[in-house]
Every structure is written in structure tokens, then in C-alpha cells.
């Protein structure tokens, strides 16, 4: 809701703008989502992967999850190293998913 994006509330028969201007005021609401992530706000059920799991496995599969690709070699190389530094906890497939949902790549799917 916050983001801005209301199923069915876009009056014109074309759907949302695709474009960055439209949707350019609009990140804070997005980065706030995940760090309910993190938080524990959001109810997540993340049994398809294990804190234990490496981290490539980890950030892959994120990203896959949320935008369906992979990020560029350079971020995806920031986000494992991110993810190895972290415990093999549960609070670590949070702060993973947290992490991919506020790149820049997410922003735009």
C-alpha cells in the first residue's frame, strides 16, 4: 500500500507506469519493507532454505525469489560476502533477504 502500487487502482486500461519517474519518490516505503524483514515484522516462511546453507546458494536463491535473476557479478559477490560474514542462524536467511530486497536491482521488479 505504502509503495504505492493498489491492485486495481489504476484507472487507465495500459497498468502502473514501468518507468523510474513515476516510482522515484517511493523507495523508503520499499526499504522499510525489508527491514520488517529483518525485524520479524513481516511473517516469512523461508523453510526452503538453510541458515546453514553457503552463501552463494543463499543469495541466489533470493534473488531469484524476488526479481528472477541473478544481479550483476559485482553485487552478487558483495551480497555472498555479506552472507558469509554472518552466523548460520535463522536471523541470518532475514538479514540475506533483507539485504537483496533493498538493492537496486529489486527496486525495479
Known sequence: FEAGHLPFSWAPPNGYPYGGPYWAG?????????????????????????????PDVIADTFSFVLFGALPTPERRARLIDFIAAL???????????????????????
Do not use: I, K, T
Request: glycine share 4%; net charge negative.
Open 26 to 54: 517511493l523507495p523508503l516505503p520499499r526499504w522499510n519493507f525489508a527491514q520488517y524483514l529483518v525485524a520479524g515484522v513481516a511473517e516469512l516462511d523461508l523453510s526452503f532454505l538453510d541458515p546453514g546453507d553457503p
Open 87 to 109: 552466523p548460520a542462524d535463522p536471523a541470518r536467511l532475514r538479514e540475506a533477504l533483507a539485504l537483496v530486497a533493498s538493492s537496486p536491482e529489486a527496486q525495479y521488479h
